[in-house]
């Protein structure tokens, strides 16, 4: 387990991004202001490096705002209550890398919602189809035969 040195003589390097707090153990930096009202400017160490609180809550804030973008199509699909969820989440977070996939999963996320069953209407559509097709044929052969039977009787 690492443990934090405190460092009094060390001064910080510019630009001055530190750790901000109130407890009797921080050390004052040497040109801060005496008139803070208890809160006092520190330098930490850890492991020889320098821990600087300010810029890694930027870069916690930065890199939320880059995986809500990266997945920004599975949010959309999730707020917009799409049944296909987990596909189009599935299909961000392994092609979403490419400019192209990230496009095509926004798009699919931003159409409305496939009906339940779509297998059985296609079913039932292509049935209509073809019974509509099976009855025009039909007719149309019941017309040609009554035309040929009606140019037969003289």
Same mark, same amino acid.
Do not use: C
């Given at each position: 387990?690492?443990?934090l040195?405190i460092d009094p003589?060390?001064?910080p390097?510019?630009?001055?991004? +530190?750790v901000v707090?109130?407890?009797?153990?921080?050390l004052?930096?040497p040109?801060? &202001? $005496?008139?803070d009202?208890?809160q006092?400017?520190f330098?930490?160490?850890?492991?020889g490096e320098?821990?600087?609180?300010?810029?890694s809550?930027?870069e916690?804030?930065a /890199?939320?705002?880059v995986?809500? /973008?990266?997945f +920004?199509?599975a949010l959309? #699909?999730?707020?917009r209550?799409r049944? &296909? +969820?987990?596909?189009? #989440?599935?299909?961000?977070a392994?092609?979403?890398w490419?400019?192209?996939g990230?496009?095509?999963? +926004?798009?699919w996320?931003l159409? $409305?919602n $496939? $009906?339940? &069953?779509l297998?059985g209407q296609?079913k039932?559509?292509?049935?209509?189809?073809g019974m /509509?097709?099976? =009855?025009?044929?039909?007719? &149309?052969?019941v017309?040609?035969?009554? =035309?040929r039977?009606?140019?037969?009787?003289?």
């Open positions: 387990m690492k443990t040195m003589n060390r001064r390097p510019t630009p001055f991004a +530190l707090g109130r407890s009797a153990r921080t004052r930096a040109d801060a &202001d $005496p008139s009202n208890g006092s400017l330098i930490a160490r850890f492991s320098q821990i600087m609180v300010s810029r809550v930027f916690i804030v /890199l939320a705002a995986v809500a /973008l990266y +920004l199509p959309i #699909a999730d707020r209550r049944h &296909d +969820l987990l596909v189009i #989440a599935v299909f961000n392994v092609l979403g490419t400019v192209l990230w496009a095509l999963a +926004l798009v996320s159409q $409305p $496939p $009906p339940r &069953d297998g296609t039932v559509r292509s049935r209509r189809i /509509l097709s099976f =009855s025009r044929r039909l007719d &149309d052969r017309q040609a035969r009554e =035309s039977s009606a140019n037969r009787k003289p």
